[in-house]
């Protein structure tokens, strides 16, 4: 399992952050962009009425916007602070027939019986909170119908834009993905470590009978949501490279080499 210790900091860190995760969201143009390339993504997978598990849900904007297309959620996430944001959404949006919470870490998800899903999703690096994939990916035959479907989103190793940072004099950053036990991260005054995980690793921990259908980079070329003010500084540049974004992302290197990756896959047992 997590380190006790850093699974304790994620839990504090995450539930700190859940009270102002919303605001700063709909403030950062970058995370509007890039949550929109997510939803165009899974649309192009998801059938109508979808069952959908959402892992590392926050404070549900994903579960927010399923439901609302028509799918039930059953959003989780390890964070209390996350979790009361998002009962307290479901309930304002009188959504209870569509989507309910459970406070559940993705390592532990055989704590969920008695339904399977059509659709695992994952958004925004929740996942790179895990060492090794294989502790989430092991409980989902026991969640997935034959058939089904999971789209995660995820933080690789490389990320371009990072790398570029060398040109600004920025040396410190460009290769922190690489580091062999993750990366330790600040977040609301807590730390803990952050693990990035390839394409590869991924394959590895889903096994056989998760079939790979689609792969694209996410902020291939353009910057990552922590550089909103250049985004809103450079608007003309910004749009430029999120054209360039769309060239590039789903062919090699910027489908592996991105902030994010987004990547679906079939379950076929
Ligand atoms: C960057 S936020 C992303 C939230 C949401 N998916 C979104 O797109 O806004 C990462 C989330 O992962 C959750 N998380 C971290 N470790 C987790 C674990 N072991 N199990 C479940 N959730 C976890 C955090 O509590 C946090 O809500």
């Not at 070329?221 to 054209?243: D, G, Q």
């Given at each position: 399992?997590?380190?006790?210790?850093?699974?304790?900091?994620?839990?504090?860190?995450?539930?700190?952050?859940?009270?102002?995760?919303?605001?700063?969201?709909?403030?950062?143009?970058?995370?509007?962009?890039?949550?929109?390339?997510?939803?165009?993504?899974?649309?192009?997978?998801?059938?109508?009425?979808?069952?959908?598990?959402?892992?590392?849900?926050?404070?549900?904007?994903?579960?927010?916007?399923?439901?609302?297309?028509?799918?039930?959620?059953?959003?989780?996430?390890?964070?209390?602070?996350?979790?009361?944001?998002?009962?307290?959404?479901?309930?304002?949006?009188?959504?209870?027939?569509?989507?309910?919470?459970?406070?559940?870490?993705?390592?532990?998800?055989?704590?969920?019986?008695?339904?399977?899903?059509?659709?695992?999703?994952?958004?925004f690096g929740g996942l790179n909170?895990?060492?090794?994939?294989?502790?989430?990916?092991?409980?989902?035959?026991?969640?997935?119908?034959?058939?089904?479907?999971?789209?995660?989103?995820i933080m690789?190793?490389?990320?371009?834009?990072?790398?570029?940072?060398?040109?600004?004099?920025?040396?410190?950053?460009?290769?922190?993905?690489?580091?062999?036990?993750?990366?330790?991260?600040?977040?609301?005054?807590?730390?803990?470590?952050?693990?990035?995980?390839?394409?590869?690793?991924?394959?590895?921990?889903?096994?056989?009978?998760?079939?790979?259908?689609?792969?694209?980079?996410?902020?291939?070329?353009?910057?990552?949501?922590?550089?909103?003010?250049?985004?809103?500084?450079?608007?003309?540049?910004?749009?430029?490279?999120?054209?360039?974004?769309?060239?590039?992302?789903?062919?090699?290197?910027?489908?592996?080499?991105?902030?994010h990756?987004?990547?679906?896959?079939?379950?076929?047992?």
């Amino acid at each position: 399992m997590m380190g006790s210790e850093s699974a304790e900091a994620v839990e504090r860190a995450f539930s700190k952050q859940s009270v102002v995760y919303d605001r700063d969201d709909a403030r950062n143009i970058i995370l509007r962009d890039l949550r929109r390339q997510v939803y165009e993504h899974v649309e192009r997978f998801i059938s109508p009425g979808s069952k959908i598990l959402e892992l590392n849900a926050g404070t549900g904007i994903d579960a927010m916007y399923f439901a609302r297309a028509g799918h039930t959620v059953v959003a989780t996430d390890v964070s209390n602070g996350m979790i009361a944001q998002i009962e307290r959404k479901i309930a304002l949006a009188n959504l209870e027939q569509r989507i309910t919470c459970r406070r559940v870490s993705y390592e532990h998800l055989d704590q969920i019986t008695g339904t399977k899903f059509s659709y695992v999703f994952s958004n925004f690096g929740g996942l790179n909170c895990t060492p090794d994939l294989s502790r989430v990916t092991r409980h989902l035959p026991a969640l997935l119908e034959p058939g089904g479907l999971l789209t995660w989103v995820i933080m690789p190793p490389i990320c371009p834009w990072e790398i570029l940072g060398i040109l600004k004099g920025n040396g410190t950053k460009a290769f922190r993905r690489l580091k062999k036990n993750g990366t330790p991260s600040h977040l609301e005054g807590e730390y803990f470590i952050t693990h990035y995980h390839t394409l590869r690793a991924m394959r590895l921990a889903l096994g056989p009978s998760f079939r790979l259908l689609a792969h694209e980079g996410l902020a291939a070329v353009s910057p990552p949501p922590h550089h909103s003010e250049f985004a809103a500084r450079h608007t003309r540049l910004y749009s430029i490279l999120r054209k360039a974004d769309k060239l590039v992302r789903n062919h090699f290197p910027f489908n592996r080499w991105a902030d994010h990756i987004i990547v679906t896959f079939r379950y076929d047992p």
